[in-house]
Structures are given as structure tokens and as C-alpha cells.
């Protein structure tokens, strides 16, 4: 309980920074928003935590299904996001990251790419671009949708084939997730890009050699690490690499930029659960993504110029908590099997945290990290 508290008032004292008046632009999806300049300490390094199929509700039964206590609670700025896509009011995951990695509204399925289907560029390239070092780790393939539209530019999400060459276009830092197949094996075209990432001086790890916690990057080095050949287990499963990768994620990549680092850890198996209607599934996910988020947020409790932003692409199920349900008891509904459009929230922590206070489009959680990054604004104009 003392650590607690004495989380509580370090989280108190780091948002203390002033905000003075307020900038106009336009998010190119007929909305003007305002958004307050932040004059105060900028962070150096941004962590985008992403909960797939992350309502309220998820949260809740997470909540109540671990003693009534989530690291989330531990975030001081909380928000709202709208999720909806290009023309759809209901998004898929691939439009929504992109919206998070580019600032555009996109189609469905989209990865990387605008509503023409152009590529847009990514947070993570500009990062890459102005010398800062870059993640990507996924309960998922690191082809999936989430991560794939980070660093990927496809029109179609199930081109997973097609989104792995781009992980050697844009050199990450740290790259945790599964997928090993379409770096490898199995390619149509027979190209070995797990050799050419040796090649270009990656440290390479796989799970058919080694658990992750047996690896201790030094950082002098790039380094990846498959957790599948395809689609990674559930936490029920088996699988315990999330946790661990948020753990190493922070110092690895400290000592890989002194400019800074941006990191996207995406918690995918939520949204698979929810799609599943499985309601102890959901929760298991969502206690494996909380503790990844508490291993985050012990690195930038003590790093001190690290934003953490968690939020959400979608809800997925229309889940409900039902009558009849207790704390430890919970009565779990869904209903739907596919996404709902709910509002998501957002928590954020660090400086430049009370940016992400309010409600706004999924889209502004790109401008944002931009603008606290202090990095030129791109061109969302659907047309290029
Ligand atoms: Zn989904």
C-alpha cells in the first residue's frame, strides 16, 4: 500500500507543467479541433500501449476479476476516443492503427495507407527518420493489423507476405512478436528475410531455440525475437512473453538512440477473445495486458521523460458485466461477435499526458505524439 502511494504522488508531481493558450487545425475529417500547446516538458520517448478490443468492459471485468485493482488505475489523465473508419462507423483494426500510426481516416483492411490507398507516413518512420530508435511487440503475428500498419503500407491486411519485407525497410530497434512463417518459411517467393535481418545486423531469436527470458539484448545491437510460426498462443495457453517484453523494451531501447524512442506494444488478443464471446478468455488477455502496462509504467515512473499513452482500437462483442454478477463471480454477455462502435478510452501518463485528456477522433492520438515530439507536421491530404 506505501508503494502505492508514493506511486500516486510521483504521478501527481510529474503533471505539473502548465498549459498555456490553444492551436486550431483541421484533422482532415470535417472536424476542428483544439488542442492546447503544450509549453511545458516535452517527452523524449513515447510508448503507445494498444488494448485490441479494449472496452470499458473488458477493463471492468479485468478489475473486478483481480481483486479490484489494475495498473490502469495508476494513469492520472484519462480520455475518450471515437473509432469510426473512412465511411465506416464501425472500424476493423488495421484502419484504426492507421489512424494511430498516420493521423488519417482509412478503410477498412487498410494498412499503412490512405483512403486512395496511398502510402501515409508512420510515427515510427518519422521517429526512425529524426534518429530515434523504434519498437514493435504484439500478442499477435507482427504482421498483423495492429503493428503491420506502424511500419507497413498494404492495402489489404491479409497480405501478411506483403507487410514483412517492410520490416527491413524501416530498421527497428526491437522487433517481439509472432509470424515467424512469412519472414521465413512458407514464403511464396522463397525469400529468407529472417537471414537478411541477420545480415543487416539484427540479434535473431525465435521460440523453437529459445524463451525470450532467456535473451538479455545488450543493446548494442538491433534485435528480434519470434514468439510463433503464425498466431501466437493465448495467455490460457501458454503464452507469458508480453509481460516480459514490456520489461525489456524500456532500457533496450534507451541505449539504442540517446535522441529518444518510440514503442508500440499492442495487447491483440483481446479483440480474439471478445470475437469468441469468451468471457474468461477476455480476461485473462486483459490481466496479461495490464501487467505489461504495470512493467511499463515502473520504467517511466523512474525514467521521467517517457509518455505512456494506452488506449484502444475498438471494443469488440458489445461485452456486458450481467444482473446476477459479483466481484469474484462475474456473469459475463456479449452481443455481438464482431466490433462495436463505443467510444474507447485513453490513459496517459508522463509529460505531455494532459494532452490526451477530452474526447476526440482516433486520429488525434497521432497528432499529438507528433506535435510532442516536436516533429514536422506530415500531409494527411487523402489526395497524395
Ligand atoms: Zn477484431
Redesign the pocket.
Known amino acids: 500500500m506505501k508503494r502505492n502511494r508514493i506511486l500516486l504522488i510521483c504521478l501527481f508531481l510529474s503533471i505539473t507543467a502548465s498549459i498555456i493558450g490553444s492551436a486550431a487545425y483541421s484533422d482532415k475529417t470535417n472536424h476542428t479541433v483544439f488542442v492546447p500547446q503544450y509549453q511545458g516538458k516535452q517527452p523524449k520517448n513515447i510508448i503507445l500501449l494498444i488494448g485490441?478490443?479494449m472496452g470499458l468492459t473488458q477493463i471492468s471485468a479485468g478489475l473486478y476479476s483481480n481483486n479490484n485493482h489494475l495498473n490502469l488505475e495508476q494513469f492520472p489523465i484519462t480520455g475518450l476516443i471515437k473509432t469510426n473508419a473512412h465511411k465506416r462507423l464501425i472500424t476493423?483494426?488495421g484502419a484504426a492503427a492507421t489512424s494511430f500510426a498516420c493521423g488519417c481516416k482509412t478503410y477498412n483492411g487498410a494498412i499503412g495507407v490512405n483512403k486512395n490507398k496511398k502510402p501515409c507516413l508512420s510515427i515510427l518512420e518519422q521517429a526512425s527518420q529524426n534518429g530515434l530508435a523504434t519498437g514493435l511487440i504484439a500478442s499477435s503475428s507482427i504482421t498483423h493489423a495492429t503493428p503491420a500498419s506502424f511500419i507497413a503500407h498494404v492495402p489489404d491486411r491479409a497480405d501478411m507476405e506483403g507487410i514483412a519485407p517492410f520490416f527491413l525497410q524501416t530498421k527497428l530497434d526491437l522487433l517481439i512478436g509472432g509470424g515467424l512463417n512469412y519472414f521465413r518459411k512458407r514464403r511464396s517467393d522463397a525469400i529468407n528475410l529472417y537471414q537478411q535481418m541477420q545480415d543487416a545486423g539484427y540479434q535473431m531469436g525465435n521460440y523453437t531455440e529459445n524463451k525470450l527470458s532467456s535473451y538479455k539484448p545488450a543493446g548494442d545491437r538491433p534485435f528480434a525475437w519470434f514468439s510463433a510460426d503464425e498466431e501466437p498462443e493465448s495467455v490460457g495457453n501458454g503464452r507469458d512473453y508480453l509481460p516480459l517484453a514490456a520489461e525489456l523494451a524500456g532500457p533496450f531501447l534507451k541505449k539504442r538512440s540517446p535522441k529518444g524512442f518510440f514503442l508500440m506494444l499492442e495487447g491483440s488478443q483481446i479483440?480474439?477473445a471478445c470475437?469468441k464471446n469468451n468471457g474468461p478468455y477476455a480476461i485473462q488477455e486483459m490481466l496479461d495486458f495490464d501487467a505489461a502496462i504495470g512493467a511499463i509504467l515502473k520504467f517511466a515512473v523512474a525514467d521521467g521523460e517517457t509518455l505512456v499513452i494506452v488506449t484502444a482500437d475498438h471494443e469488440?462483442g458489445g461485452m456486458a458485466i450481467k444482473q446476477g454478477s459479483e466481484m469474484d463471480s462475474l456473469i459475463i454477455g456479449f452481443s455481438t461477435e464482431q466490433?462495436t462502435a463505443t467510444m474507447v478510452p485513453v490513459f496517459a501518463y508522463g509529460p505531455g499526458a494532459e494532452q490526451f485528456s477530452g474526447i476526440y477522433e482516433n486520429t488525434e492520438i497521432f497528432f499529438k505524439m507528433q506535435a510532442l515530439f516536436g516533429f514536422p507536421t506530415t500531409s494527411t491530404d487523402p489526395k497524395k
Open positions: 485490441d478490443g476493423d483494426s479483440d480474439w470475437h469488440t466490433h
